[in-house]
Every structure is written in structure tokens, then in C-alpha cells.
């Protein structure tokens, strides 16, 4: 079974400049994610997606951070503009989980994307 | 709200010899909680996860994990470490209701030195 997909693996951009990351999930995964890691951190959530549904963009900087989900598939993160902070690696993850309140299903996790802003 | 707390930044140990990683939790309701390992330059890889049932739970490359309910612990264990065991592992937590993303600990750095 093919793993979770991100490209590209390395961006490196200048401040106030913008970036997209796109991701892959394993086939027939409904659920997927975006976490932001930070060097010496563990993973932050920043959305959840169900499908092609928000069902968690609570911690997503919303003035400089989007995502969205077309067909309930491949799934782009983009930030603009960018900041020093954003520095990080940007994990996708995904899941099988269909239904609320349904078993907890292993969350599977791409290479990710080092973002380094100048 | 969930958190995860992993005390040890560092944990150092002799290959063959006995290994554990440990990891404390913090949530409201039943906890499900995981372990992931990261190698360098690459995504977290799963290893074990408790659910429910037999507190002592099994996963990949020998690595096993023991649920503590009364010390809220879930401590990674293995019984003889490889020196390819190096690398950083994530404890994490979650719950079935509501908001079902992973809280992740700051992560331990295990080096098996051979």
C-alpha cells in the first residue's frame, strides 16, 4: 500500500513571500491532517479535514494560513505571507476514520516539507 | 484540554540492554494513546497504540508499551536495544469525542551506543 504523499520535501523562501505544500493521502483514507513541528517540538495540529469538511481548524493562523481539500482527496496548505516563525516541518497525515465517535484509527504520516524562511 | 508530558529529553543506553521511554497523559475521558518514532529527514512512523483492553500492548520492531491507568503513564519498553533504535520518539494522546487529533509530547532522544 503506497504511503501518504507530500511534496515538495524542502522550500526554501524569503519573508512576506508565499509557499504551498500539497498532499497525498493513503487511498480511501477519509480523514487527514495537517500538523506544523517545529525544531525540538512535537507535531501541532493546524486543520482537520473530513472528507472534503473543516472539522478542526481551531489552532490554523487563519490570517496567513489556508488549506482546503478538494474532492475529499489531495489536499494543498499554503501561507501568505510567510514569517520567520513558519520555519518548520509540515506533516500531512491521514486516516481511515469515516464516523464520529467511531474506533480510533492509526493516523499514517508523509515525509513532510522543511519550510526555512529567510 | 490533553497533554502529554515526556520527562526525559535524552535517554541513553547500552545496546542488549533493556530500554524504556516514558510518557505521562493528561485527559478528560477514556485516553487512546500511541507511540511514533522519527528518523531523520523523515515522518513519523507508527509503532503501537492502546485502545482497550490488555494493558500491556505490542508493536513493531520489538517495542512494546504498558497502560497505566492509576499513574496516567503509557511507558515504551523494549528488551534489548539495537543501535539502529536510535532516533526520536513521540508519545501521543487523543480521545473518541469531539476535537480527535493527536497531542504530542516535546519527544525523547534514545541513543544506543554499541
Known amino acids: 500500500e503506497a504511503g501518504v504523499a507530500q511534496s515538495p520535501r524542502y522550500k526554501i523562501i524569503e519573508k512576506r513571500q508565499s509557499v504551498a505544500f500539497w498532499c497525498n493521502p493513503i487511498s480511501g483514507h477519509a480523514t487527514l491532517y495537517w500538523y506544523q513541528q517545529i525544531l525540538g517540538q512535537g507535531p501541532k495540529l493546524l486543520i482537520q479535514f473530513q472528507n472534503n469538511g473543516v472539522v478542526d481548524d481551531s489552532q490554523l493562523p487563519k490570517d496567513r494560513f489556508s488549506a482546503e481539500r478538494l474532492k475529499g482527496v489531495d489536499s494543498t496548505l499554503k501561507i501568505q505571507p510567510a514569517k520567520l516563525e513558519d520555519s518548520a516541518v509540515y506533516l500531512c497525515?491521514?486516516?481511515?476514520?469515516?464516523?464520529?465517535?467511531?474506533?480510533?484509527?492509526?493516523?499514517?504520516f508523509g515525509p513532510g516539507t522543511r519550510l526555512t524562511v529567510l | 484540554a490533553q497533554s502529554v508530558a515526556q520527562p526525559e529529553d535524552q535517554v541513553n543506553v547500552a545496546e542488549g540492554n533493556p530500554l524504556t521511554v516514558k510518557c505521562t497523559y493528561s485527559?478528560?475521558?477514556?485516553?487512546?494513546l500511541f507511540w511514533y518514532v522519527q528518523y531523520p529527514n523523515r515522518g513519523l512512523q507508527f509503532l503501537l497504540k492502546?485502545?482497550?483492553?490488555?494493558?500491556l500492548v505490542k508493536g513493531s520492531y520489538g517495542f512494546e508499551a504498558e497502560f497505566n491507568k492509576s499513574q496516567t503513564s503509557f511507558h515504551l519498553k523494549k528488551p534489548s536495544a539495537l543501535v539502529s533504535d536510535s532516533a526520536l520518539y513521540f508519545c501521543a494522546v487523543r480521545v473518541n469525542t469531539g476535537r480527535r487529533a493527536l497531542t504530542f509530547g516535546s519527544g525523547t532522544r534514545l541513543q544506543v551506543q554499541p
Open positions: 492502546y485502545i482497550t483492553g490488555d494493558n
Open positions: 485527559v478528560s475521558g477514556n485516553p487512546y
Open positions: 497525515a491521514s486516516s481511515l476514520e469515516r464516523l464520529a465517535g467511531g474506533a480510533p484509527d492509526t493516523q499514517y
